[in-house]
Nanobody, 120 residues
Framework: QVQLVESGGGLVQPGGSLRLSCTAS????????MNWYRQLPRQSPEKGRE????????????LYGDSVKGRFTISRDDSKNTVYLQMNDLKTEDTAVYIC?????????WGSGSQVTVSS
C-alpha cells in the first residue's frame, strides 16, 4: 500500500533552517506529483491545513504558498523515492506539523507528519 514517511523536523530558532524528507513506497514515485502541506497548531484539519509546496513529475513544475515563497524550496530525488522541503529563514509562524501528500489515481494519501517548531 502507499506509504509516506516524513523525517527531519525539530526545534529551530527564528532565522534558522531545516530540511524535511518524505520517503515514499507502494506506487510509482516518478510518475506522481508530490506535495507538502502543513497543519497549523490549534486548528482543525479542515480549516488549518494549507498547501506549502508542490512539485511535478520529474520536477517539471514547482509551486509555493505565498507565505513561504523565497524561503522554502521543494525538490525530489526519484532514485530515492524521496521529496524534500528545504526551509530557510524560518519564522515563528512556520510552526506546524508538516505533512507529505500524494494523489494517486484520484485518491489522496497522507503521511503522519513531522513537527517543526520555530521558537527562541
Amino acid at each position: 500500500q502507499v506509504q509516506l514517511v516524513e523525517s527531519g523536523g525539530g526545534l529551530v530558532q527564528p532565522g534558522g533552517s531545516l530540511r524535511l524528507s518524505c520517503t515514499a513506497s507502494g506506487f510509482t514515485f516518478s510518475s506522481a506529483a508530490m506535495n507538502w502541506y502543513r497543519q497549523l497548531p490549534r486548528q482543525s484539519p479542515e480549516k488549518g491545513r494549507e498547501l506549502v509546496a508542490s512539485i511535478g513529475r520529474g520536477g517539471n513544475f514547482t509551486l509555493y504558498g505565498d507565505s513561504v515563497k523565497g524561503r522554502f524550496t521543494i525538490s525530489r530525488d526519484d532514485s530515492k523515492n524521496t521529496v524534500y522541503l528545504q526551509m530557510n529563514d524560518l519564522k515563528t509562524e512556520d510552526t506546524a506539523v508538516y505533512i507529505c501528500n500524494a494523489v494517486i489515481l484520484g485518491t489522496s494519501h497522507w503521511g503522519s507528519g513531522s513537527q517543526v517548531t520555530v521558537s527562541s
